[in-house]
């Protein structure tokens, strides 16, 4: 998601905001977008850049709206924080789902009996909102609900979920810019979401796991209490007509014997009253029964803190079912759990975070300990694997597992032996500098690297997997990384696509075949750090010709009425192999040059400034320049700029967000910015990282500690000395530092 919405407080469109420049002076950042699984509410914070145009359109009262998971999300700015320092002004807005707006919608009472759907209807019917999808076993659910007083429409609605059984979603329509529709979908409890059974795993991504086991709300017999005062000692059930259980008449409480006989030792039965709103005695029954059943084993909590990794989010929605494993507990906690609480932040995935609930052991409990009961453990444990790979550390942990429960070695190699499918070959790298192509069902494990170029053999097996994993050195200067095109790397320290790593560190890269349109390239790398260290790569110093770099450049200033900005330039033809002077017609409209802010970068590295280009000379060349005795080639493009600095290491480790550590820049300096326009997103889809424009740092702390740039672009002066933190400094992908 990188653009909102804003509406006013009559939900009429008024204005946006886009990190993709669309409206260039109005992005957002720090944001975090929360889910709430239980109430079905929805919040949304983010912070804004406070100007004339933002402070008019963002303010308490108004609604913004976006795009996610291909639903529209409405908020109401509720409350707001305004901020002024070191010369900067910040708004940051708190919004609530647009739901919540019912808190203001009233009810007068009322008495229904019939299903949710009538419910909905009866609540909503004097505010704005209207009935949505309905969950078909809702309809045949019916329960008696009866409103005394003037009641908050919100209220009535969470009140009733427990009732009914619901999980609840706020949707909105949109339609041609405006608001067509506002409805709540209503899902039976524990369909909401997908069931992806997808593995958060101690040791990977789940950073700890808390397990408490208590008996205080344990029951074996259950006492109903319904409308009015009304029981069950009337009804009789018999398991011989096909019942849950026997329950005699006369009887005021049904048994739960498994329970009873489990954990209380068949002794007098544990009693516990059960209160619900029905007046129908056999659902009374039915409801007491079912509750009777969750309180007859002790209760074991799970506390869960996982670690969503880069864009590991987009994989996880509120309500999916997943699986978390760990096992280190003696016997192993394998648990099936719900996404209660999703957040995300669009603009920093390391504030993702997932908050799991409705936790189901889906181990059998295992009380004889007996081999086959472990080695069905082992088994349910394989059989629930992602397909393609169970990896060495996998199997170890396994192998240990049995171990400890007196396996012999021949019944564990006989076990593995049988899904030799699903174990890939762990192959060993050698050296410092490495040249590999992966294939399938391959887990390379590599040394401290100075060098990886990485490539995928030509295969289109939508199961295709391989691992690799190698650590970064530190004291010396960045790994040279080159990466084919068809990788689209994800995850931590990646940017658009390309892994800039960092020293001290051990990486894990899991390439699968991405068959998706949702991924720019034929490959999908989940990059994982493993380990991180506290050392540091070394820092270069200055470019040694910065200095007179900066002075060509300041030659291109000093003439920029000469220039138009357009990509077919000299350059276009010299990096074709053909003689730039031979089509001076075609790089030159009415009376000005043709330059972009590739070629005016590659020309500066070549020594090239006005004076010795062939802009000023048609004689002269467009290769290193003979009269300053220096100049190399870059590349072409921004992209190809970008990708020349990634495989020579040339890449800095200095944040693209902090501007105080901008000034640890130096002159000569590269600055890569990704698509800074919507409409350059698709231009620069299939480029490396991609890249969309190049400048040269001139001055990293001015005396308004201030950085500033050369660089062409297409603004009407063409070839600017601009101040960096002006430059569309969200879109900063990395600095780089040529060594020569």
């Known amino acids: 998601m990188n653009m909102m919405f804003v509406f006013d407080s009559n939900k009429k469109l008024i204005g946006f905001l886009s990190n993709n420049g669309a409206s260039p002076i109005a992005p957002f950042f720090n944001d975090l977008f929360k889910q709430d699984l239980i109430t079905g509410a929805d919040t949304y914070e983010f912070t804004a850049i406070n100007n004339s145009y933002t402070s008019r359109i963002i303010q308490p009262g108004n609604y913004v709206l976006f795009f996610y998971d291909n639903k529209y999300k409405m908020f ?168 849950p259980t026997d329950k005699p008449l006369g009887q005021d409480f049904v048994v739960n014997h498994i329970a009873n006989d489990s954990f209380n030792k068949g002794k ?64 192993s906690v394998m648990l099936e759990a719900r996404v209660g609480v999703l957040e995300i932040s669009f603009t920093d995935p390391r504030k993702n975070k997932c908050i799991l609930s409705n936790y189901k052991e889906v181990q059998s409990k295992i009380k004889s300990f007996s081999k086959e009961d472990i080695m069905n453990e082992v088994l349910d444990y394989i059989s629930r694997l992602e397909l393609g790979i169970l990896t060495e550390a996998d199997m170890k942990i396994l192998r240990d597992y049995m171990e400890k429960m007196n396996f012999t070695k021949e019944e564990i190699d006989s076990l593995f032996s049988k899904y030799q499918n699903i174990i890939v070959d762990g192959v060993d790298i050698k050296g410092s500098s490495i040249n590999i192509t992966l294939d399938d069902k391959r887990y390379y494990k590599c040394d401290s690297l100075d060098k990886l170029v990485l490539k995928v053999a030509n295969n289109t097996n939508s199961k295709f997997k391989s691992i690799i994993e190698f650590t970064t050195k530190y004291d010396c200067y960045p790994m040279k990384l080159e990466q084919s095109n068809d990788i689209y790397m994800v995850g931590e320290d990646c940017k658009n696509g390309v892994l800039i790593n960092k020293a001290d560190t051990k990486y894990r890269i899991t390439v699968t075949y991405i068959n998706n349109v949702g991924y720019p390239r034929k490959f999908k790398g989940q990059v994982e750090v493993l380990n991180r260290g506290s050392m540091n790569y070394k820092v270069a110093a200055k470019f040694s010709r910065a200095d007179q770099l900066i002075t060509l450049s300041l030659q291109y200033y000093n003439n920029r009425g000469l220039f138009k900005y357009n990509q077919l330039t000299p350059l276009t033809y010299y990096s074709q192999g053909k003689k730039p002077s031979n089509y001076a017609s075609n790089w030159k409209t009415g009376g000005l040059y043709h330059i972009d802010c590739s070629t005016f970068v590659n020309q500066l590295f070549r020594a090239r400034g006005y004076d010795n280009s062939i802009y000023k000379n048609l004689t002269y060349g467009m290769g290193a320049s003979v009269k300053y005795g220096w100049g190399f080639d870059i590349g072409r493009t921004a992209s190809a700029q970008a990708e020349w600095c990634i495989k020579n290491g040339y890449h800095l480790n200095i944040s693209t967000t902090n501007e105080t550590a901008w000034w640890n820049l130096l002159p000569g300096d590269l600055v890569f910015w990704g698509a800074r326009t919507e409409s350059s997103e698709t231009n620069v889809e299939s480029r ?50 040529v060594r020569r």
């Not at 969950?135 to 409103?147: M, Q």
């Open 76 to 243: 109401q700015i509720v409350e707001q924080k305004h901020e002024h320092n070191s010369g900067k002004k910040y708004m940051t807005s708190y919004c609530e789902g647009v739901g919540l707006e019912l808190l203001t919608d009233y009810c007068e009472p009322f008495t229904i009996e019939g299903n949710f759907k009538l419910f909905l209807e009866t609540v909503l019917q004097d505010t704005e909102w209207k009935v949505g999808n309905i969950s078909e076993s809702l309809l045949h659910k019916t329960s008696l609900v009866k409103n005394t007083k003037n009641e908050k429409v919100y209220k009535l609605i969470q009140d009733s979920i427990s009732t009914f059984g619901v999980e609840l979603e706020f949707r909105i329509e949109f339609v041609k810019n405006k608001v067509a529709g506002m409805y709540i979908d209503a899902y039976a409890d524990g369909e909401r979401g997908r069931k992806t059974y997808k593995r958060f795993e101690y040791g990977d991504n789940v950073i700890s796991i808390n397990k408490k086991v208590n008996i205080y709300d344990f029951a074996s017999a259950g006492i109903g209490e319904g409308g009015d005062g009304i029981d069950f000692k009337d009804i009789e059930w018999k398991k011989s007509n096909g019942d």
């Open 268 to 331: 007098k039965y544990i009693k516990k009253t059960y209160n619900f709103n029905t007046k129908d005695k056999r659902e009374l029954l039915r409801l007491t029964y079912e509750a009777l059943l969750k309180d007859g084993e002790p209760k074991t909590d799970y506390e869960i803190n996982l670690g969503l990794r880069g864009e590991e989010y987009k994989s996880i929605r509120i309500g999916d079912t997943v699986y978390v494993i760990d096992f280190d507990y003696f016997p």
């Open 688 to 737: 490396y990282m991609q890249v969309s424009h190049v400048a040269v740092v001139r001055t990293p702390k001015n005396s308004n500690n201030q950085t500033t740039t050369m660089e062409v672009t297409t603004n009407s002066d063409v070839v600017l000395n601009r101040t960096l933190q002006n430059n569309f400094p969200e879109k900063i992908l990395f600095f780089a530092r």
